[in-house]
């Protein structure tokens, strides 16, 4: 980690120089402008000490070596031998560069001409090859003071000293131990490499972030691994299956071959002898004619070693008299000369070619042709279906074939199940497969399949197997999404099937989200749902995504639409059949209004579940124990009831004339404005001097407590202490036209705590 405004903003230090658009070396417009501003924080050394302390400071701060006072002090004070160990000015133009920025920020020395500051910010040695010797041995005088007060040197340093600094910097080096890590060089590093090293322009991180960030990409390519490894896994276990298919019908060709061609075998193996006979004959006679010009090489080779060894004899003879009448009366030369005449044969007298033979099969031909026909095979036996086996479009079949038939292919077919009455108008699919295995698509979710196969060679058809059904995966379930209530530790999910057919158990998906979140992590799985709905534990303060699973015999369907579940506060929904026919339900589904009070007639839908005398709704049920907290916003002029109720409330009545209803209510007087707190059509003589606008509502099932506030000025209104015997439904009534706006979701304010 670094901050961006190091390199960016108006406010950075002045040690770093203005950077270029690549990482090369400085121009040399660059290098003069560090020159002036070497030169002038000479003249003002008082001024250049205190900033550099302060910078100092600040970059020790920000990279955290603020704790390390040892290394900021040898900053402070220039020590001579780190830094001189630290940049040698002979090693190589880059660390010759960060001298001479180090020099041009922290150096109080005086530079005495514009070669020699050129020369301090780090330009190659072949720039002064020109100037005579005497101004180079000034030169380097100068630099060494200069060197020897700031701590900075550039030239006229033997051999010697630079492999001593070198050395003194790796042994440096190896006992700082990094505490930051380099993005661009993928290595840790330590932090004054960032600051004055050959990192300071590299993007660089703090060790345990850099550490967390590989960790959680190594964890992401296992998750890809286990993948990859699942699906290698599928597939090695349908290559298993085609494996032993092909063994089967090895082993039935084996034995057909075995019953059904032995004569054919044998005569073809006494063709075998014969031509194997015959071809050995040839052999034969090949090897013996190469033995016999084997042999003539070989009596031609002696009698040319032999003419070799006295014409070397004769060569030898240093005697030139002697040399002359050997020549002329040795018969050895006469021999050379009669065997030189003669032409040697290097022909193969036969090549190592074999002649291409024809057999004759006509025999074997008529054998096979004399062959009685093969019968027609048996019934083959269709296996059940495994579980997990088919998607909600796709059914894979397997059969098998107990006998050792022949057989070229097989005959699937299949029709979807019905019932007596409808039995005969499905049509009939047929398929036409090689193996003993089949995937049929195309089909209906949820649905069963009826399946029966046949086998087919040469000779015919055999008879039908016996009839399996098979069933396809199920939809995916459709989520109520306004049917979901939630609170801060626990939410009830609702769904509903897509299938007519009834399907076995429901799984439902959950996945943790954050900032960092992968959608595709489930984090928890409910498995073995009878019912369309369920009811989660959750951890507070959090936001889930959900989806559900429909399960039956033949797999899982895909996965439901998800849906986002906030555990920050309670949430729930209006109930829309239980509203009053004059009552409206706005579209963002949390506001109520209604704009006339004359009674309804027949004109208006009345549910059976609907108040019909006051104009209330419900709110779904809030099925958890503990607290819950939410907001009913109204108007100064609106009189108004709210609070909770039984789900067997009455509908003719009020809310509050009855003890399965408790309630707040506002009326206005000609005198004032009048609040009352009803529950069996009583309420206690309280009165309230600022009328709220924004109404707090905290159902405690624990204790048994039911309080109302001013939300907008923290102020307790009014608490119920009732034993709730049964789970209560939120409550909203309007007696005047008006509106109410009511705020689920939100988390329990301190100032509700009694």
């Known amino acids: 980690f670094y901050h961006m405004d190091l390199y960016g903003s108006k406010e950075r230090f002045d040690i770093f120089p203005e950077e270029l658009s690549g990482r090369g070396d400085r121009s040399l417009g660059d290098t003069r402008r560090e020159s002036a501003l070497s030169s002038e924080k000479v003249q003002r050394p008082q001024e250049v000490g205190y900033d550099l302390e302060k910078e100092v400071a600040e970059l020790a701060k920000m990279y955290g070596l603020d704790e390390d006072r040892e290394k900021e002090l040898e900053l402070l004070e220039g020590h001579l031998e780190k830094v001189e160990s630290r940049w040698p000015p002979a090693r190589t133009e880059k660390a010759g560069s960060q001298g001479s920025m180090y020099n041009s920020s922290k150096s109080s020395s005086s530079v005495k001409d514009p070669s020699q500051s050129t020369k301090q910010q780090g330009l190659p040695d072949e720039a002064f090859k020109g100037e005579n010797q005497g101004e180079a041995r000034a030169d380097d005088e100068a630099e060494s003071n200069i060197w020897s007060r700031g701590g900075l040197s550039s030239g006229g340093m033997s051999d010697e000293w630079n492999s001593q600094a070198v050395s003194e910097e790796e042994e440096e080096e190896e006992e700082e131990a990094a505490d930051v890590f380099c993005s ?39 998750c890809k691994l286990e993948e990859q490894i699942a699906q290698m896994e599928n597939v090695a276990s349908h290559l298993e299956e085609i494996f032993i298919t092909v063994e089967e019908n090895f082993g039935r060709q084996e034995q057909n071959f075995e019953v059904h061609y032995n004569d054919a075998v044998q005569v073809l193996a006494q063709k075998y002898e014969e031509q194997l006979e ?3 004959e040839e052999k034969r006679q090949k090897l013996e004619a190469l033995y016999e010009q084997l042999v003539n090489c070989g009596k031609h080779l002696d009698t040319c070693k032999e003419l070799t060894d006295e014409t070397q004899e004769l060569f030898l003879e240093n005697d030139k008299a002697e040399f002359m009448k050997t020549l002329i009366f040795f018969p050895c030369n006469y021999r050379l000369e009669e065997f030189l005449k003669k032409e040697v044969d290097l022909e193969l007298l036969t090549l190592p070619d074999f002649e291409e033979r024809v057999i004759d099969v006509s025999e074997v031909e008529q054998l096979m ?74 089909l209906v979710p949820n649905t069963q399949y009826e399946f029966w196969v046949s086998a087919l060679n040469a000779s015919g058809i055999s008879p039908p197997s016996e009839r ?8 995916p379930p459709t989520i109520k999404s306004k049917k979901i209530r939630s609170c801060e530790n626990a939410a009830l999910v609702c769904w509903e099937s897509r299938d007519i057919n009834p399907v076995d158990s429901y799984t439902v998906e959950l996945s943790k989200l954050t900032d960092e979140e992968n959608d595709d992590i489930i984090t928890e799985s409910i498995v ?45 929904y209006l109930n829309e059949d239980t509203a009053h026919p004059l009552l409206a339900i706005l579209d963002d589904g949390f ?11 027949c004109d208006l839908p009345v549910y059976d579940n609907s108040f019909t005398r006051c104009i209330a709704i419900l709110g779904s049920l809030i099925p958890f124990p503990g607290k819950h907290y939410w907001e009913v916003e109204v108007e100064e002029d609106t009189e108004y009831r709210t609070g909770v109720a039984f789900e067997n409330t009455p509908r003719h009545g009020h809310l509050g004339a009855n003890n399965s209803s408790w309630c707040m209510r506002h009326i206005i007087t000609p005198s004032r404005h009048k609040y009352e707190f009803l ?68 988390t329990t304010p301190p100032w509700t705590a009694l």
């Open 528 to 572: 073995g749902i009878p019912n369309c709905e369920v009811l989660i534990h959750l951890q507070p303060t959090q936001k889930y995504r959900i989806c559900v699973r429909a399960q039956n015999l033949g797999g899982s369907s895909e996965r439901s639409e998800p849906v986002l579940i906030h555990t920050t506060g309670t949430c729930f």
């Open 468 to 475: 399996a059904v098979y069933v396809t995966a199920p939809s």
């Open 679 to 746: 529950h069996s059509g009583m309420t206690p003589d309280i009165r309230i001097t600022i009328p709220p606008r924004r109404i707090g509502i905290l159902l405690d099932y624990e204790n048994c407590r039911l309080s109302f506030f001013n939300a907008d000025i923290a102020q307790h209104l009014h608490t119920f202490n009732s034993h709730f015997q049964h789970y209560v439904h939120p409550c909203f009534a309007l007696e005047t036209p008006g509106i109410l706006r009511i705020h689920t979701g939100i």
């Open 369 to 442: 042709n004399s062959i009685n026909a093969i019968a027609a095979p048996c019934a083959p036996v269709i296996n059940p279906q495994a579980p997990n086996a088919a998607t909600g479009t796709s059914l894979r079949v397997c059969w098998g074939l107990f006998s050792d038939d022949t057989v070229e292919c097989y005959q699937l077919c299949y029709k979807p199940v019905s019932n007596e009455r409808h039995r005969d108008e499905q049509a009939e699919h047929t398929l036409k497969v090689k193996e003993t295995y089949c995937t049929i698509t195309d």
């Open 591 to 601: 506001t109520i209004s209604c704009d006339e009070l004359e009674n309804p007639e």
């Open 184 to 222: 661009t060089c993928k290595i840790p590093i330590r932090a004054f490499d960032k600051l004055f090293g050959e990192h300071k322009d590299h993007e660089v991180a703090q060790l345990p972030n850099a550490m967390e960030s590989e960790k959680e990409e190594i964890h992401k390519n296992m």
């Open 278 to 280: 015959a071809l050995g």
